[in-house]
């Protein structure tokens, strides 16, 4: 009886494409083997992953626009409202990220105690954000801050169109984690550092919101789920926020100053902007993707370094500061000349070609990064480098800064 094939077109599709791709691993070089930040075997790159990715703003670019002043000579920048280069979160969602992954911060108020009256004023508060991102505190009558602001409006002779002294302006600072528990230690060519607690202060970002403090009537249309929030995010709020001695205050900000680490930004925010501004999808995760490839990566940052930033000079320190939807952020040490005193440090902007939708995303797109460099370093081409399909990873400078 004759055999029938059951051999469809899409399966010999497959089979050729199978052939293709064990042919080029077996002249792949096999001392060189890549591996994912998230998968602990060791494989060779996909030639194909690289160039099936979609390249939506791969425009490189370098530029410094002095958008604030920087210690030591550095300078700092943020094009963020340049379309074409639109590989960075811009510094209203920057902000608002800021206040969206903190819970807690110092609520700044002018002291009224005896001996000290008019002096600034640091209580440690916890907080929750409301829809338009305003911090809502939940105050004890007899803390200090309450106190002071309570004392300040007594003194207070402007008067709202209630007949209302006006709350006196407080201050909350508010940063993201830094020695304690966020990631992001400094990592040597050699692989040493990089630990949970490394990441200095100085390089996180922070944010001031300078407003009023409104207290919310129990018959805010808000007032559910403002209790709700807050219950979630702070365990103790159920035990003491129906206390009669407890109340809710709204700080409606008037002033916002954003400040995105050590000689990287600096700049006033429009309280309107950050309203509407959403907060980055991996605020919460960023950390700890940062530490893992700080700590176990060094090799793939280092290529990363090499063939994509292509900095010629020997390199001293690298570290990966921040991942977000657009991209991530690699700052890098390195040797100017002979004088080991004499040092660049430069911070560039690694955009991905599609801003990601979720933490898994977010990987892909970091293990494309590094692929490509791994790729270029071993002569692997996929493509015209005038091909629209494929083009180069969006990259930018965006601080420098030399020391000696």
């Not at 009256?117 to 929750?128: E, I, L, M, R, T």
């Not at 007032?223 to 926020?241: E, F, G, K, P």
């Not at 660049?344 to 955009?351: A, F, K, L, N, V």
Request: hydrophobic content about 35%.
């Amino acid at each position: 009886m004759k055999m029938q094939s059951t051999t469809t077109p899409s399966t010999r599709v497959a089979a050729t494409l199978l052939v293709a791709v064990s042919a080029w691993a077996a002249t792949a070089p096999s001392a060189m083997a890549f591996v994912s930040p998230w998968v602990t075997s060791s494989r060779p790159p996909s030639p194909l992953s690289v160039a099936t990715a979609v390249a939506t703003n791969g425009a490189s670019s370098s530029a410094v626009n002095g958008d604030a002043p920087a210690p030591n000579g550095a300078s700092s920048s943020d094009h963020s409202n340049n379309d074409s280069t639109q590989i960075r979160l811009n510094v209203y969602e920057k902000a608002r990220t800021v206040t969206s992954v903190c819970t807690s911060g110092t609520l700044c108020t002018v002291s009224a105690h005896e001996g000290i009256a008019g002096a600034p004023f640091g209580s440690f508060v916890d907080y929750v954000l409301d829809d338009l991102g305003n911090p809502v505190l939940l105050m004890n009558e007899m803390s200090m801050h309450t106190i002071n602001v309570q004392k300040a409006m007594e003194a207070n002779t402007e008067h709202d169109d209630n007949n209302t002294p006006t709350s006196p302006l407080v201050t909350l600072f508010t940063q993201l984690g830094g020695n304690s528990n966020s990631g992001g230690g400094s990592s040597g060519p050699n692989g040493d550092g990089g630990g949970a607690n490394t990441k200095s202060l100085q390089d996180v970002s922070r944010c001031s919101l300078t407003g009023t403090l409104e207290k919310i009537p129990a018959t805010a249309n808000d007032m559910d789920a403002l209790r709700m929030r807050y219950s979630i995010a702070h365990a103790y709020a159920d035990q003491v926020m129906d206390s009669p001695k407890f109340a809710f205050y709204r700080l409606i900000p008037t002033k916002i100053y954003f400040v995105g680490g050590f000689g990287v930004l600096a700049k006033w925010v429009e309280p309107l902007d950050y309203q509407t501004a959403n907060p980055d999808i991996l605020a919460t995760e960023a950390p700890v993707m940062v530490q893992r490839l700080n700590r176990q990566h060094v090799e793939d940052l280092l290529l990363t370094a090499v063939h994509l930033l292509e900095v010629k000079d020997e390199i001293v320190k690298i570290r990966l500061t921040n991942v977000d939807r657009l991209g991530m952020d690699l700052r890098v040490t390195s040797q100017l000349g002979s004088r080991r005193n004499k040092l660049q440090t430069d911070e560039y902007r690694i955009g991905f070609r599609i801003p990601v939708i979720s933490v898994e995303d977010a990987k892909s797109e970091v293990l494309k990064v590094f692929q490509e460099a791994w790729e270029k370093g071993n002569g692997y081409e996929w493509g015209d480098s005038g091909d629209d399909d494929h083009e180069p990873v969006p990259i930018m400078k965006i601080a420098a800064d030399s020391l000696e």
